[in-house]
């Protein structure tokens, strides 16, 4: 049974440019978590996602930041013009159901490098 | 809100040494606790959970029991080896909103033989 998958694992943009953050859960999991891990610091939440919907956007920057997850494929992060504060590692994880109880299962994380 | 404070790092430990890494949290409701470890460059791995008060935690040798009372779910390790050096970190998920986790800032643990 996979794990959750991201892709790419490094992403080198310059300032102004699209960065595009892909994560698929493992099987069965429809629920998405993203969360953001700047250097030297623990992960923060950024948005819950089901299949079609988002759940909660509440860690969201409210600028250039923006998260998908359709019907078929992966989940999406999309972060719009770049700036060096973007820097980080990105991390998705799934869960199968909703409930404090349920294991987020972790993918690898995308490390993102703005120039 | 909710919070967790886990104990500031680094830690170095020799091999077979006692590990105590200590964690406490504030939330609303009943929270699950977590703890993760993160190898470098890799993403996190679940090494133990305990979802109500009084459980106890295990997973390769590391255990934390949750305590209502002190509000902490300390994780400890009877003897440590070289191939658990890592980055280990306490979360919380509570029964607020979308059950996101709340995460500690981690603390880096260096075993050295």
């Known amino acids: 049974n996979a794990g959750v998958m991201q892709n790419p694992r490094h992403l080198v943009r310059r300032r102004g440019q699209e960065a595009r953050l892909r994560c698929s859960p493992m099987k069965g999991h429809s629920h998405v978590y993203w969360y953001r891990q700047l250097p030297e610091e623990g992960l923060k939440f950024m948005v819950y996602?089901?299949?079609?919907?988002?759940?909660?956007e509440s860690g969201m920057p409210k600028e250039r930041f923006s998260a998908e997850f359709p019907k078929e494929g992966p989940s999406i992060l999309r972060i719009q013009q770049v700036v060096r504060g973007d820097s980080a590692a990105y991390f998705c994880?799934?869960?199968?159901?909703?409930?404090?109880?349920?294991?987020?299962?972790f993918g690898p994380g995308t490390r993102l490098t703005v120039l | 809100g909710n919070s967790v404070t886990q104990m500031e790092g680094p830690v170095t430990l020799s091999e077979e040494a006692f590990l105590t890494i200590n964690c406490t949290y504030t939330a609303t409701g009943y929270p699950s606790l977590f703890w993760y470890v993160q190898y470098p460059g890799e993403g996190l791995q679940l090494l133990l959970k305990a979802t109500k008060a009084d459980d106890k935690g295990s997973n390769k040798g590391f255990e934390a029991t949750y305590r209502k009372e002190t509000t902490s779910f300390h994780l400890e390790k009877g003897s440590v080896q070289v191939s658990d050096s890592a980055v280990y970190f306490c979360a919380l998920s509570s029964g607020a909103g979308s059950y996101q986790l709340t995460f500690g800032k981690g603390t880096k643990l260096s075993v050295i033989p």
């Open positions: 996602l089901q299949k079609e919907n988002i759940i909660d």
């Open positions: 994880a799934s869960t199968p159901g909703q409930g404090n109880t349920d294991t987020q299962y």
